[in-house]
Every structure is written in C-alpha cells, then in structure tokens.
C-alpha cells in the first residue's frame, strides 16, 4: 500500500491511472468537482476504483463535502448548506437532517469518506475558511460539529477533523502562500483554536494537519510536515492514535517551498500517515513513491496499520440510488436548503471553492 490519497484528473479513469494505481495502490482516492458532473458517472468512477483495490479492505475514496461554498455535487443538483448557515438556525434538528442527508448522497455516490468537520473557529481574517465553520465560540463548534460528525459516523461515514492545529486565525490562504499562526505552546492546551480538536479527538477517526507556520511550536517547517507538531505534539502529548492526512500538499503553501517528493517524506517522517496529491497524480505518485522508499520501514509499517485499521470500517458500499429515488431526493435536499439562508458576508474567493 502506498500511503497516501491521490487525486483523478477526470470523471473517469485513464488507461494511465488506471495502470499506474493498480500497480502502486494508493491507500485512498479523493474526488473533486472535476470528477463529479454526473450521478451514474460518479459511481462508476468510485466502482472502478474499489475493483483496482488489491487488499481485503475498500480504499478511502474521500471528498470535501463541508457544505456552502465547499460542496462537490452542485453539477448534478445536490447542494447543502454551509457549516455558518447551519449553526446560524442553533437548531440540533436542522443540523442532524443536513448530515443525514449529506450521508445518503455520499453513500449513493459510491464514495466513504468526507473531508469533514471544519474544527477552525471562524474570524474576520481573510484566509480560506470564509462561510465554513461552525462558530467562533468553541462550544458551538463542539456541539454542532460534534453533532453532524456524529451523525455521519453512524450511518457509516468516514469523518475527518481539520485543520490541526486550527488555523482560522491565518491571514492569509494557505493555496496561495504559507500562513503564519501564533499558539504558545506552554498555554496551548487551553488556546480556544486547539480545544475543538482536543474535546472531538475520541471521535474522530482521522484529523487534517493545516498547512500554516505554528511559530511557537515549530519555526522551521509547516505544521503538517513538523514532528514537533504531529509526532510529540499530536501523537505523543494528545495521544492520538487515528488517521493523520495532511493537507494538498500541491497547495502553494508547500509548493513554495518544497518539491511533492520532498514534502511527501517530510509529512511521513513527521508522524502523518497519509498525505493528499490532489493534482497531476500520473506525474506525481512515481517520484512521490521512489522518495517514500527511504522513509523508515518501521515508520511507513505504523502508517500502514494506521490506515489498513481506518480501511476495516469502511462499510459495504450500497446500492446506488434509482433515478426516482435521486429525483425525489434531489427535490427534498432543495426543499430543506431553502430553509436554511446563507448569513450575508463578503467571502473573499478561494481556490478550495472551484476543486
């Protein structure tokens, strides 16, 4: 297994994909808009990629499906509510039917896992979270975001936490350049950034490592390429034991200062398990895997069971809905978002948008 997720180009494999990820068998696929126009479509290109699959185990096929501004089915008229429009209603009803909902068309789809909850408190900082948190208050945050992971953990989804280690107090977005964050460490338990991550850790079973400068904690390199952030921090200090994915790490945080290769074994080396090559995998995965090959076995044997664990829960895939059960469905999803208005703010344009 190689360990990390990669991205497709398309809304169906290549022939070059398709040799390339059968013969190296990344842990995990993830899907963006680029590859989801059409319902059939979608499922087909999630099929095709659990029959590459050489283990016992289906692969993560992930998405980021926030809601809002971060939604990956709008093509095919299933959009959902944000994270701030959903807790704007401070109604638990209205949040546990928005991650039902969410459930049913990821699980239709084909795909196990969402890129979600966004744990960032929000600020009025211009960076990429704009409409995509819960609140700013952490108790919000843990009560809402905690709720909607909660529901989509039981009708069997895949959940992941982000951005360790909370990175709505970047000024800037991460796709463009590196941001730079303070935590201070000696206090860092008690800053309301990490809290969120720290009261949902039991629950969650994978966290995103956030492409910022956590200056206090590590000078030197991004939170998700840092062992002082991931391994001692997150690992050793938090005892998580979960799924750790960085961020893209074709995001130009990284791309500015390291090669994918470079930043692919600096993150395994940091204590994560599998970073995310969201774009131009066929070109990629080849020098990504060659550089993996001079990780410590004993550290790439750790991701491995980390991740072959996340893959045993991965449930069955179900049949795909019927065109009247996803006409009807699609009718009840528009139904319920005209309930729930987005609250009125300038959202400054991120490229996490438009995947």
């Given amino acids: 297994m190689l360990p990390l997720l990669a991205g497709i180009e398309g809304t169906a494999l290549s022939k ?4 390339l990820f059968s013969r190296l068998q990344p842990a995990g696929y993830i899907l963006f808009s680029r590859n989801m126009q059409d319902l059939e479509e979608t499922r087909e290109l999630t099929d095709s990629l659990r ?59 084909g795909i196990n896992t969402d890129l979600a909850p966004v744990l960032d408190l929000s600020s009025s900082h211009t960076n990429a979270l704009g ?79 956030a492409h910022v400068q956590a200056a206090d904690l590590d000078t030197q390199l991004p939170s998700s390429l840092s062992p002082t952030v991931v391994r001692d921090f997150l690992r050793t200090q938090l005892g998580y034991e979960g799924v750790v994915f960085t961020d893209d790490l074709c995001m130009g945080a990284i791309t500015s200062l390291y090669s994918p ?53 991965i449930p069955n895939a179900l049949p795909p809905m019927t065109f009247l059960a996803y006409r009807d469905f699609a009718r009840e999803l528009q139904a319920f978002c005209s309930r729930i208005p987005e609250p009125s703010s300038t959202v400054v344009f991120s490229p996490v948008q438009n995947m």
């Fill in 51 to 109: 029959r590459l699959s050489a283990g016992p185990h289906s692969p993560i096929i992930a998405v980021d499906q926030e809601g809002g501004r971060v939604v990956r089915t709008t093509s095919f008229g299933l959009p959902f509510p944000s994270a701030a429009a959903l807790a704007a209603t401070r109604n638990p009803h209205l949040i546990e039917q928005a991650a039902l909902m969410t459930a049913r068309c990821l699980f239709s789809l």
């Fill in 131 to 209: 409409g995509r948190c819960w609140g700013a208050d952490t108790q919000d945050v843990i009560s809402y975001a905690g709720l909607w992971n909660r529901v989509l953990s039981r009708r069997g989804i895949m959940t992941c936490g982000k951005h360790f280690p909370g990175m709505g107090a970047a000024q800037c977005d991460p796709h463009f350049t590196l941001p730079t964050i303070s935590t201070a460490r000696s206090g860092f338990l008690d800053n309301g950034a990490a809290t969120p991550f720290t009261a949902l850790m039991p629950e969650l079973p994978s966290i995103m490592v």
């Fill in 16 to 19: 070059q994909e398709s040799a």
């Fill in 261 to 313: 290769e470079q930043a692919a074994q600096l993150a395994l080396l940091a204590g994560c398990d599998a970073p995310l090559i969201c774009h131009n995998a066929t070109d990629l995965l080849e020098p990504v895997a060659e550089a993996l090959r001079d990780v410590s076995p004993h550290i790439l044997q750790r991701a491995a069971e980390r991740l072959e664990r996340f893959r045993m829960l």
